[in-house]
């Protein structure tokens, strides 16, 4: 399988690209950059054999069956349908795309053509979540009453650029974080929010865009989810919980890219430490992609947990923006 890179971006090159080359017979042959310069020394950074500014000259390379796109997100939708077209399996980073009706489009157009569409969400891939669903799925905390995420992070300085300033090429928290939450709790419960009420704000990075949010979602089983996602916070924990009628799931330092934390259970009985694997959660994502690609299964998030995520986090924006209640609208899928 080898792999066209669309977008010279840091998430491919910290994590992604390791995570491609860790399957065997996969090889990365080409990346796509607008700047010709910036591609080829990324490209050469990076051990890559080609460079191109042209998407339509990279997809016509007959050493490329798939893509992983990880432009900014308004390039997403018209370069995976590009990709789709000619034939490409695609791996695209979250969010999907600027609007829902994009989304759809773009998974709708990977069925027709008949190739594998995966979305990047991470986090359902490390060992400390596959435990809390596991925990939450046997039924070791009894009925599930609530959730908490607790995603309020600092903005690396290198990541204070468009994230922060540039609602057109689909800056803001709720793009970038909360779309990862709503993932991660649909995962975990195995169900679709269907309400959520939400405030916004920025408190010191956000230019044009927010930087922080705090959102209320309604799930169709009644369990209520509080999620609160941040570029400004520097001292404060991710972490992640669920209470139920027998006990409660604790996790700590649990929303990241790394394959650590901390997870336990409390119940009548005390606390009880969670053991849990710490694999690399990308390596994971891709070794699942690599089964769907052969037929033997799905990858870890598909197209339509693209289309949810972005359907809840544009839910939660749109709250955010008018103050009212707003229905998620997942575009009829
Ligand atoms: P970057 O800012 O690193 O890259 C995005 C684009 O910016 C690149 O495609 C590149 O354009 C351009 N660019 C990169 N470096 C420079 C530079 N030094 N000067 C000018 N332009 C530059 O973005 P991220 O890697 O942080 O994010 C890319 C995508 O991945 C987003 O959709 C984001 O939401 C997602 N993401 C997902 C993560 C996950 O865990 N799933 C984690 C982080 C990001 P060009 O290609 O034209 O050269």
């Not at 997100?73 to 600027?98: D, F, S, T, W």
């Amino acid at each position: 399988m080898h792999w066209g890179l669309i977008g010279a971006s840091r998430i491919a090159a910290g994590h992604m690209i390791a995570a491609l080359r860790a399957q065997s017979g996969w090889k990365v042959t080409s990346v796509l950059s607008s700047d010709s310069a910036r591609g080829a020394v990324f490209a050469q950074d990076n051990d890559i054999a080609s460079s191109f500014t042209d998407l339509d000259a990279l997809l016509a390379q007959s050493d490329v069956d798939a893509v992983y796109i990880s432009t900014t997100n308004e390039k997403h939708h018209a370069q995976a349908l590009a990709a789709i077209a000619a034939g490409k399996h695609v791996l695209c980073e979250k969010p999907l795309a600027m609007t829902l009706e994009e989304a759809v489009e773009m998974v709708q157009a990977a069925r027709d053509k008949r190739v594998i569409f995966a979305t990047n969400h991470h986090l359902r891939n490390a060992g400390s979540h596959l435990a809390i669903r596991d925990l939450i799925r046997s039924g070791r905390i009894g009925t599930v009453l609530s959730a908490r995420v607790f995603h309020a992070v600092s903005l690396p300085e290198q990541l204070r650029g468009w994230r922060i300033d540039n609602p057109a090429a689909g800056g803001g928290v709720i793009p970038d974080i909360a779309v990862h939450d709503a993932d991660t709790v649909r995962f975990h419960l195995g169900e679709d929010p269907v309400e959520v009420v939400a405030q916004s704000a920025a408190s010191g990075l956000g230019r044009g865009v927010e930087d922080s949010v705090m959102s209320v979602w309604k799930m169709p089983s009644g369990v209520m989810v509080q999620a609160h996602e941040s570029f400004t916070h520097r001292f404060a924990a991710t972490g992640i919980e669920f209470h139920g009628t027998d006990g409660s799931i604790y996790a700590r330092n649990v929303m990241t890219q790394q394959p650590v934390g901390e997870v336990w259970v409390e119940d009548a009985q005390g606390r009880h430490e969670v053991t849990f694997d710490t694999h690399d959660l990308y390596v994971r994502s891709m070794s699942l992609m690599d089964d769907a690609i052969r037929g033997e299964g799905r990858p870890s998030a598909d197209g339509m947990d693209g289309v949810k995520s972005l359907a809840v986090a544009l839910a939660i924006k749109a709250a955010a923006d008018s103050g009212a209640a707003v229905r998620v609208d997942y575009g009829g899928v």
